[in-house]
């Protein structure tokens, strides 16, 4: 019986899912990105990264909350049942103009994929990319719901371990602007641990 539930426990950590009460996971070795939310709601969320699973993203995520490229920026694509999309470093800033948000980057070059065998559960986070796989900067998304439509198409980077219950609150996009959110939520400050 100790085995099984070990080896159950082994596998929950594993896929990087959320309990069951879709409000937190294991947390892993890390390194945590830390996000303190701002605008409609408030609060912390604690993503564990993954660099076994996609060192080079989560090298370049770490870079850029090392040097607070990712505070004030914006989540500018929220879609209900789906994602919540922030990390446009270059357009995506809040109090600027955001009418470009969602199509910049960072000052560095985009990323190899490093596409893997995790699937996009509720709280996993992948990093935005236009249609070529290698095209990864500085965006990621958090998952609001399963996406298996996405596995294998997108880098997986960590998973949600605290304030879950949070990025379910971000303020929403309309649907018909495909989740362009107006007067949106922010990343006030964020950092690793």
């Given at each position: 019986?100790?085995?099984?539930?070990?080896?159950?426990?082994?596998?929950?950590?594993?896929?990087?899912?959320?309990?069951?009460?879709?409000?937190t996971?294991?947390?892993?070795?890390?390194?945590?990105?830390?996000?303190?939310?701002?605008?409609?709601?408030?609060?912390?969320?604690?993503?564990?990264?993954?660099?076994?699973v996609a060192?080079?993203?989560?090298?370049?995520?770490?870079?850029?909350?090392?040097?607070?490229?990712?505070?004030?920026?914006?989540?500018?694509?929220?879609?209900?049942?789906?994602?919540?999309?922030?990390?446009?470093?270059?357009?995506?800033?809040?109090?600027?103009?955001?009418?470009?948000?969602?199509?910049?980057?960072?000052?560095?070059?985009?990323?190899?994929?490093?596409?893997?065998?995790?699937?996009?559960?509720?709280?996993?986070?992948?990093?935005?990319?236009?249609?070529?796989?290698?095209?990864?900067?500085?965006?990621?998304?958090?998952?609001?719901?399963?996406?298996?439509?996405?596995d294998?198409?997108?880098?997986?980077?960590?998973?949600?371990?605290?304030?879950?219950?949070?990025?379910?609150?971000?303020?929403?996009?309309?649907?018909?602007?495909?989740?362009?959110?107006?007067?949106?939520?922010?990343?006030?400050?964020?950092?690793?641990?």
């Open positions: 019986m100790r085995k099984l539930l070990l080896a159950t426990a082994l596998a929950f950590a594993a896929t990087g899912a959320l309990a069951q009460d879709g409000t996971a294991p947390d892993g070795p890390g390194p945590n990105l830390v996000l303190e939310i701002g605008g409609s709601v408030s609060g912390k969320v604690v993503i564990d990264l993954l660099p076994d060192p080079g993203h989560v090298e370049r995520i770490t870079q850029l909350a090392n040097e607070h490229a990712y505070d004030d920026v914006v989540f500018h694509r929220v879609i209900e049942g789906f994602m919540a999309q922030t990390g446009d470093v270059q357009f995506g800033k809040r109090g600027g103009d955001l009418s470009m948000a969602g199509m910049g980057g960072s000052k560095y070059g985009d990323l190899p994929a490093e596409f893997s065998n995790r699937s996009f559960a509720r709280g996993m986070v992948g990093m935005a990319r236009s249609a070529s796989p290698d095209s990864a900067n500085s965006q990621f998304f958090i998952m609001f719901e399963p996406a298996p439509h996405l294998g198409q997108y880098t997986i980077v960590g998973h949600v371990v605290e304030g879950m219950d949070l990025v379910d609150k971000l303020k929403k996009g309309a649907p018909e602007l495909n989740g362009l959110v107006e007067d949106p939520d922010y990343i006030v400050k964020a950092t690793i641990e």
